[in-house]
């Protein structure tokens, strides 16, 4: 037994399954739209830091995982103030959260 779809307009149809259609690559593409680059990561910060002389201990290391985090430049600001407290300076720990 088959379903048939039967509009009382023209076309209903079609508009239908073009409206199917663009959801679906809504709800596709949203999470790669949504995500981070590929290349950044705490590890590119730390990395970045330890190249530059710095110690990388636990609150380099902390610092740059929020910076890696989503909240863009929310956490670009908590990442570049929590390094310069500890010491980087600030071109060095902009330069390192741009990383993460």
Known sequence: MHDTIHTKTPGGALRRHA???SLTLIVT????ALATPASASAGDCTNYL???????GSGVRKACLVGSS??????FGICRTELVDLGVKGDDASSACDLA
């Open 29 to 32: 593409a949203l999470p790669v």
């Open 19 to 21: 409206a199917a259609a």
């Open 70 to 75: 989503p909240g863009g430049e929310v956490g």
């Open 50 to 56: 330890a190249g530059q002389g710095y110690s990388v």
